[in-house]
């Protein structure tokens, strides 16, 4: 059996708090949204999905990762290089190099696939990037992604680069989504509270004073590094099997930083933050889209104001990073604002 | 029992320890003491395996030390205090503790009840859950004494514990290790400035100097050791000794 650490058991709670706003957003947008808010929902979620592979690295490590839309495109892909039938591929991958374009799988088997590589790659890197100082993996972390997204931009036979990878199979729909976000939630809550989780925030506080609590600082990283990829690869094959359509334009420079603008604004620290930062901006970047239409707003009409997004998602950034840069959670997650206070 | 046998540490073209070479068996509280510069932090740096010596050799309970890092020595039982802090402060007190316990435990180490009691004795039991960063400054170097504990070391190496504390603290603090020398029973070896500390405190006592060792011997024979005095002590403190 299983024994949980207090932390653990907190984690849970925490988690359980989480499932429920996720479930309660989910089930209310199920029955009550249009096509377009099912959609909106589904791209948050897979967006929370993103946040939070981020966050086992970044917020635990505290090394900031620019590579996580190419690993969330690496598992897009990867599924649906294996999952799309073999006649479709025929015809879209005519030129597909090593019988790419001659065999299908199940959705499940291809996502475990999609996984393993995504798992693979993430690895080999990892035993370079761990051992790097902070701002050095970084720069490397972005050079992955710069390189990741030539490669599925320029082997077109593969990736069909800026074209649209069609006929993967929509085998997910919102329920899927909000499923996997839940259990992503659960993952991230318990790594966080585990002893892996509390001795690699420990190195991130201190890496001197928890080398010499014999904390295996590279190791921790190691573990995270891989398991934030497996959540970024599952992410990637939730946005895959919901659309059916993929290109490389979507896992690069934009979503990158939006991604990074959700978790700055939660709190890189915690998951609470992670989600927070997600459903803030998602949904308030559809208030900001609806400005940039240059709508009618109490019979003022505003002027068009395409842009207004980037400029809002740079501020998001600029403004939290300059009046409270461990976002708006800190280092508290959801359970702690019910407790009492015990000191 | 630590043992270290002709350890020098050269620094470019500076020698910041020369040629030392001392015992620590279980049970014994060693001070290190001497001027500022004298190497005494160089050497438990070189101890705990966050500098690698230029020469010498080191062992613990026959065990050779040489070429291994940091977290390597501590989970071998080497535990130790900084002279500036590191604490991890975005954890709680109880968390800070426990990044010591995850490694003992690996180790094969039970959660030892000896713990739960220093906790206690260092007047951190009702502070557990609290933000490592709420605590005072003399708490903070209380947690970083019971963290090192919560490793189960055999070699406890204490750097400057009692800095910045006022003098009631430190008569606490000298108690509490006392207590800790008993019930914990490692080899201890302690670097401070505050000689009444140290002398009430220590079995043995090693004076550094310039890198090199001029004095080893009983707080008594240290306090009446003309180089020592000469060095370090010197005439005022030699006379109210």
Redesign the interface.
Known sequence: MIRL?A?QRSGLVGAALLAAVLVAVGVATLYFGSRYQIRLVYSAYVNLIVVLGLQVFMGNARITNLSHSAFMGIGAYAAALCVTPENIKKISLPAAPWGLADFSLDPVLSAAIAIAITAVLAFLLGLFIVRLTSIGATIVTLAVLVIVHAVFLYRTDIFKGNQAFFGIPQVFDLAWVVGIAILAVIVCRLFRES?WG??L??S???E??????????YKLRLIAWVLGAVILAVAGICYAYFLGTISARPFYFNHVFLTLAMLILGGM?TVTGAVLGTFLISFGLEGVRYLETGPVLLGIELPEALGLSGIALGAVIVLTMAFRPTGIMG?REIETLFARK?? | MLVLNDISKQFGGVRAVSNVSFEVPAGQVRGLIGPNGAGKTTLINLISGLLTPSSGTMSLEGDILDGTGAAARTRKGIARTFQNLRIFENLSVGQNIEVAQITARSEGHEDSIAIGEAVERFDLAGKLRMPANALSYGHLRRLEIVRALALNPKVLMLDEPAAGMNEQETEELAEALDWVKTRFGCATLVIDHDLKFIMTLCDRITVLNMGAVIAEGTPREITTNQDVIDAYLGEDHSNAA
């Open positions: 650490s932390s002893r509390i001795q925030r420990a991130a506080d201190d001197v004073g928890a080398a010499a609590m014999g904390v295996e600082i620290r280092n015990t000191f």
